[in-house]
């Protein structure tokens, strides 16, 4: 089995590839993974520039810890291919990832892996650019299972909940929008089922924008119902929605103390041949414990 590397991706800053100010920004910002945009960001006509401001940006500028990542045009488009040749061509050894969109079936996915292999060993890149996936198609959300076990370097699935509302022709005025005349999260299906199949695969499930930037509460709201369903992270459009992301997405300092507490405490309760004991009035056991160790390992990734 593939090891794959474990990145934050709390937050994950969508930046246009045309812009080298907010490309700046963005490199200086406190997002875990920014990943610039040659897709629908992008004017047609301007896509070719801005492949080569985002090689320039890629080697130029100092991304810190950040997961750098390019989102390309899907395989149905004149630009797909040259998108990865080019990037991977100019700044192959900057670049972590590449964001594939409007996937809709395994095959799409092996095209970029194809020719990933081959430019890597043209250009004797030592280490793999890994694959993150947008699920934003009424088809890529059935073909789910299959795109996520398509290549040893798929990383993460994204919900991306604009496309695929238009997909679906749902009834909703901004993207990432919820609550419009509609009993419950709007996008609870597509969100649980792509945090289900993510997590089976090993995989980071990520959740998608939220156009309305200047309205943070919704946006934090939208983070929480991620977080719960088992997301890592959302998207960022704009800085501001960073620092919410980076909140929601992070235990706090209690709940990581009282996860270490609680696993020294069943520790030592195993180790005296007691399987479930009573903390404060709650039954902990070996399933708790499981709960437990993913704010442990969060924590851990962190530096908490
Ligand atoms: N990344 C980096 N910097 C950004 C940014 C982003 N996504 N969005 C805005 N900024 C910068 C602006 O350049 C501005 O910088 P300044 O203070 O140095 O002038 C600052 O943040 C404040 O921006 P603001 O004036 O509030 O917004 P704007 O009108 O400049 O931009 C959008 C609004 C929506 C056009 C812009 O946020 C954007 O293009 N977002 C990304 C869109 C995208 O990637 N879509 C595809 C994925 S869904
Ligand atoms: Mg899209």
């Known amino acids: 089995m593939t090891v794959r590397p474990q990145r934050l991706r709390r937050s994950q800053l969508s930046v246009p590839g045309v812009s080298e100010k907010m490309i700046l920004k963005a490199s200086q910002s406190a997002a875990d993974h920014v990943f610039l945009d040659l897709e629908d960001a992008v004017a047609p006509s301007a896509k070719a ?18 997961t750098r990542c390019v989102r390309i045009n899907d395989v149905t488009t004149p630009w797909c291919f040259e998108d990865i040749i080019e990037v991977v061509e100019g700044a192959g050894r900057n670049l ?41 198609e009424t088809k890529g959300l059935q073909n789910a299972e299959a795109i996520a076990s398509s290549s040893p370097r798929l990383e993460a699935l994204i919900l991306g909940m604009g496309d695929y ?28 089922r792509v945090a289900m199949v993510a997590r089976a695969a090993g995989l980071d499930p990520v959740d998608g924008p939220f156009a309305n930037f200047r309205n943070e509460e ?22 501001a929605q960073i620092a919410p992301a980076l909140a929601v997405f992070s235990p706090t300092r209690e709940d990581v103390a009282r996860a270490r507490n609680l696993a ?39 530096g908490m």
Not at 49 to 65: E, Y
Not at 165 to 172: G, P, T
Request: hydrophobic letters at 45%.
């Open 49 to 66: 520039g801005a492949r080569k401001t985002i090689v320039g940006a890629l080697n130029g500028l100092d991304w810190g810890h950040k």
């Open 96 to 136: 972590d990832t590449i964001m594939l969109t409007k996937a809709t079936r395994a095959a799409d996915v092996q095209f970029v892996d194809l020719l990933l292999g081959q430019l890597e060993a043209k250009l004797g890149l030592e280490r793999p650019i890994g694959i993150e996936v947008l699920i934003e």
């Open 165 to 192: 509302s238009a997909s679906q022709q749902m009834n909703l005025r901004t993207i990432g929008a919820n609550g419009e005349g509609y009993p419950g999260d709007v996008f609870h299906y597509p969100r649980f």
């Open 218 to 239: 919704a946006y934090e709201r939208e983070c929480r119902r991620a977080l719960t369903l088992g997301f890592v992270g959302k998207w960022a459009i704009h800085p």
């Open 264 to 302: 020294g405490a069943y520790a030592k309760a195993v180790a005296e041949g007691i399987g479930s004991v009573n903390v404060d009035g709650v039954m902990v056991d070996a399933a708790s414990i499981r709960i437990i160790s993913n704010t442990i390992r969060k924590a851990d990734l962190i």
